[in-house]
């Protein structure tokens, strides 16, 4: 089961994500709570990333879309996961159908958690006093000052993907509201409702792919590792060859730009994700090597 949770920050994204991971037995995938451990752990990444999340603005899309991808393709999400935190932006979206086209995986639902936007600065508040309260560290952009920034962004930048989702059928609308474990059963509702998860299984921790095409899959995902060296090749050899492709569609319009802006966007973030590939794979070389050395 692959979903989105989508809503304006403190509406109960991180909450609800964690309810379903321990109840479908998926991951989380949060580019908040990512950047979060980049910027503490000093990554290039985490560098780039701190200000911007500190002052309430947008991280570059190809920086989060790179994420992204990377963690898509790690085994522990094969089972499913809950993208929590992202998209964020409608090129975003557009670069997750690419990528999710790419890896022939299906996204099974969206859920927007609506709630009162009067609601939002007072469970912030009240997250910021519980997190003091356990000795935990307080986030830099929760105060009042930068969350109505983080709100303004919301609305301008995120909403529209109410309408982008709504269009593609894909969209949900769950009120934010209610308690805790009301919200968490209605959205279990609505994933029975959309056939993502079985009725009968539904709180055990199974989801209708996991139950029933896990053998499948790890047959093609077997499959397609021992494919993946031919596949990156491949993949390094399409740069030039697009970008001649790229440059004839720029003439044809605004659409076509729209669309070259978020190949762009997947192909920045697919090219970074091949060099680290060689990187790794030169260094492994290396160490053979010296290992060889020493040896003799
Ligand atoms: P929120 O409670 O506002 O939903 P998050 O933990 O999801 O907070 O994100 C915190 C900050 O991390 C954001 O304000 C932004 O700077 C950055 N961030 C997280 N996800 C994205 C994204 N998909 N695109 C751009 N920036 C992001």
Known sequence: MRIILLGPPGSGKGTQAQ?????????????????????????????????????????????VVGIISDRIDQPDARNGFILDGFPRTVPQAEALDELLKAKRLKLDAVIEL?????????????????????????RLDDTPEVLTKRLANYRSQTEPLIHYYSERRKLSTIDGMMAIDEVTRAIDRQLQALGAVEPQEAGKGKTRSAAKTAPVKKARAA?????????????????AKSAKKASKKAVKGPRNAAKKSVKKTVKKAAKKTAKKAVKKG?????????????KR
Do not use: F, W
């Open 19 to 63: 309810l379903l991971v321990q109840r479908y037995g998926i991951v989380q995938l949060s580019t908040g709570e990512m950047l979060r451990a980049a910027v503490a752990a000093g990554t290039p990444v985490g560098l780039k990333a701190k200000e911007i999340m500190a002052s309430g603005s947008l991280v570059p899309d190809e920086v």
């Open 114 to 138: 609506r709630v009162n936007e009067s609601a939002l600065l007072h469970r912030v508040e009240t997250r910021v006093a519980q997190m003091r309260e356990r000795g935990e560290e307080v």
């Open 282 to 294: 030169a260094k492994k070389v290396a160490k053979k090597v010296t290992k060889k050395r020493a």
């Open 223 to 239: 499959k397609k590792s021992a494919k993946k060296p031919a596949k990156a090749a491949k993949k390094a050899a399409k740069p």
